[in-house]
Nanobody
Framework: QVQLVESGGGLVQPGGSLRLSCAAS????????MNWYRQAPGKERELVVG????????????RGAVSVKGRFTISRDNAKNTVYLQMNSLKPEDTAVYYC??????????WGQGTQVTVSS
C-alpha cells in the first residue's frame, strides 16, 4: 500500500522558516520523481519544486512557484524514503496546504494528504 505522509507544517511568522518532510512507503522511492505542490485558498494547486530520481531539481513555472527560488530547497534521502522541503524567508503569500507527490508516469502518481503552512504575524 502506497503511503505519503507529510509533516512539519504549522504557523510561522513572516521571515521565519519551516522544514516539511514526506515519508514514503509502498513503492520504490529511489526511482520516483518527488514533488512538492501547494494549494492556497481559492487557487489551483501548483507545482512548487521537484527532485528527480537522479537528484536534479526543478522549480515550478507558475508565477507563484517562481517566487520561491532562492528561498525553498528540496532534498531527498533515499535511505530513509523521505523528501524534504526547507522553506526560508517565508512570506504570507506562501500560506497554503503543501502536498507531497510521487511520480513515475501514467498510473504511478501518488499524493499525500497535505500539511497546512500558515505564514502570519
Amino acid at each position: 500500500q502506497v503511503q505519503l505522509v507529510e509533516s512539519g507544517g504549522g504557523l510561522v511568522q513572516p521571515g521565519g522558516s519551516l522544514r516539511l518532510s514526506c515519508a514514503a512507503s509502498g513503492f520504490t522511492f529511489s526511482t520516483y520523481t518527488m514533488n512538492w505542490y501547494r494549494q492556497a485558498p481559492g487557487k489551483e494547486r501548483e507545482l512548487v519544486v521537484g527532485i528527480s530520481s537522479g537528484g536534479g531539481t526543478t522549480t515550478g513555472a507558475v508565477r507563484g512557484a517562481v517566487s520561491v527560488k532562492g528561498r525553498f530547497t528540496i532534498s531527498r534521502d533515499n535511505a530513509k524514503n523521505t523528501v524534504y522541503l526547507q522553506m526560508n524567508s517565508l512570506k504570507p503569500e506562501d500560506t497554503a496546504v503543501y502536498y507531497c507527490n510521487a511520480w513515475y508516469g501514467l498510473g504511478n502518481d501518488y499524493w499525500g494528504q497535505g500539511t497546512q503552512v500558515t505564514v502570519s504575524s
